[in-house]
Nanobody
Framework: VQLQEWGPGLLLPSQTLSLTCAHY??????????WGWIRQPPGKGLEWMGV???????YYSPSLKSRTSISWDTSKNQFSLQLSSVTPEDTAVYYC??????????????WGQGTQVTVSS
């Protein structure tokens, strides 16, 4: 297992979702690796949320940018996602993933097992 994510499974609307992903097997600062968050709402396709690069640069989906923050703790080899002001529409399985550049774009080749997050009052 290279990646394992965890976090609260149930949140109330307006709360902030915090998820953490640990990478086993090499530093997350290793050149040319990118550490992303992707989610899949029930009955829908995958949605890319954002990424942090091996240099610590972050990039976010325009639709989620105002509510999303990705950070890392290199001493623990972990990276984290925060999503603020959640609504029931943020209910999804959330995945962390390890990517590298393939053909000019980041391809995610290793994925965590996913963690279910439900937002409900």
């Amino acid at each position: 297992v290279q990646l394992q994510e965890w976090g609260p499974g149930l949140l109330l609307p307006s709360q902030t979702l915090s998820l953490t992903c640990a990478h086993y097997g090499g530093s997350i600062t290793t050149s040319n690796y990118y550490w992303g968050w992707i989610r899949q709402p029930p009955g829908k396709g995958l949605e890319w949320m954002g990424v942090i690069s091996y240099e610590g640069n972050t990039y976010y989906s325009p639709s989620l940018k105002s509510r999303t923050s990705i950070s890392w703790d290199t001493s623990k080899n972990q990276f984290s996602l925060q999503l603020s002001s959640v609504t029931p529409e943020d209910t999804a399985v959330y995945y962390c993933a390890k990517g590298t550049v393939l053909g000019g774009v980041v391809g995610y080749v290793y994925w965590g097992q996913g963690t279910q997050v439900t937002v409900s009052s």
